[in-house]
């Protein structure tokens, strides 16, 4: 039997309520209901370590779902930084909306831990990714557009690439504020839009850089170019793939994000499948943890905590398969 119409109105306000008020912890928002992602911690870019060089001296902190820890894991794999920056993966604890170390690390069970120890502030969250450092015992740096602009800076093997050559500087920069601005952060622009002006606003947005970005792609490809802005991958190109890769799986259906399949950008589609192809990039990716982390942890975008089904990733990064 139906509910009655004056219940299913009582419910429907009762949740409106309950659900801005579980928004408002989970991601905050201004006086237009547009999301703004909050201030982080270590967010300086500091100098290069006297002990960069070192084996193990220093540990980049990672979480698989995590797109801004992402970015950091590409840069540690496309440098090929493993000799001298140890890599740990921290596990998600939804119940208690933190991150925790899988086994003790320097004593700490949580990330949190580890951030209070460096001197945070204990009211604000911890994030990933971090770069610890073993012999000063703190974190130098968790900012990700700072912490990737560290790891190329880094030393490296002769054969390891710089991902910002000085040439191409001015062009990297104007692509990744872009891609900050109005893709990494358009996507959750429109998953925590508090109301519908506020996700139109933010899906406009998002929607027009793809369709831009694709354009610049297509007109580097029939110049013979493969990559965004220069002969090569850079910063740029690890800025966006984070983002893209998850497109299908996770920002589409649970942000709302579905208003054109990447499939029909097919520039960007070929861009994303070249990258994946990058010797490295596949290992960082983890579509069963990009899922379960998603739809298993964001509450008040999926109350149910089921996982539904998704593409095949395989698929979506086949070159055959590009319009």
Not at 177 to 191: A, E, L, P, S
Not at 270 to 293: H, I, M, N, S
Request: charge should be neutral; charged fraction near 20%; hydrophobic fraction near 45%.
């Amino acid at each position: 039997m139906r509910p009655p119409a004056a219940l299913i109105r009582t419910a429907r306000g009762l949740w409106h309520c309950q659900w801005q008020q579980l928004m408002g912890g989970l991601a905050p928002a201004d006086a237009a209901g547009r999301y703004r992602r909050p201030a982080g911690a270590f967010t300086a870019l500091p100098a290069l370590p006297a002990n960069a060089a070192a084996a193990g001296g220093h540990v980049l902190i990672v979480g698989r779902s995590c797109p801004w820890a992402h970015r950091a894991w590409l840069v540690h794999r496309l440098r090929q930084l493993g000799g001298s920056i140890d890599l740990l993966v921290v596990e998600p604890d939804p119940a208690a909306g933190r991150w925790r170390f899988v086994e003790p690390f320097e004593g700490c069970q949580t990330l949190a831990e580890l951030y209070r120890r460096s001197g945070d502030d204990s009211r604000r969250p911890a994030t990933v990714p971090a770069l610890w450092s073993r012999q000063e015992q703190r974190i130098l740096v968790n900012e990700s557009a700072r912490l990737i602009e560290l790891l190329d800076l880094w030393p490296a093997a002769p054969e390891a690439p710089r991902l910002a050559p000085e040439p191409q500087l001015e062009t990297i920069g104007h692509w990744r504020q872009r891609f900050q601005d109005d893709i990494n952060d358009g996507v959750y622009r429109c998953g925590f839009a508090r109301n519908q002006a506020a996700y139109d606003e933010a899906e406009t947005v998002l929607f027009r850089a793809l369709e831009e970005t694709d354009q610049a792609l297509q007109l580097r490809e029939q110049a013979g170019e493969s990559w965004l802005c220069g002969p090569g991958p850079t910063l740029a190109d690890v800025v966006l793939f984070p983002t893209l890769i998850r497109l299908e799986m996770v920002y589409a259906p649970l942000f709302g994000c579905s208003r054109l399949p990447l499939a029909q950008l097919p520039a960007l589609w070929r861009w994303r499948a070249r990258f994946y192809g990058l010797e490295g990039v596949r290992d960082t990716c983890c579509p069963e943890a990009w899922r379960k982390d998603y739809f298993g942890a964001l509450f008040p975008l999926h109350p149910s905590g089921i996982v539904p089904a998704g593409p095949d990733l395989a698929r979506l990064v086949l070159n055959e398969l590009a319009p």
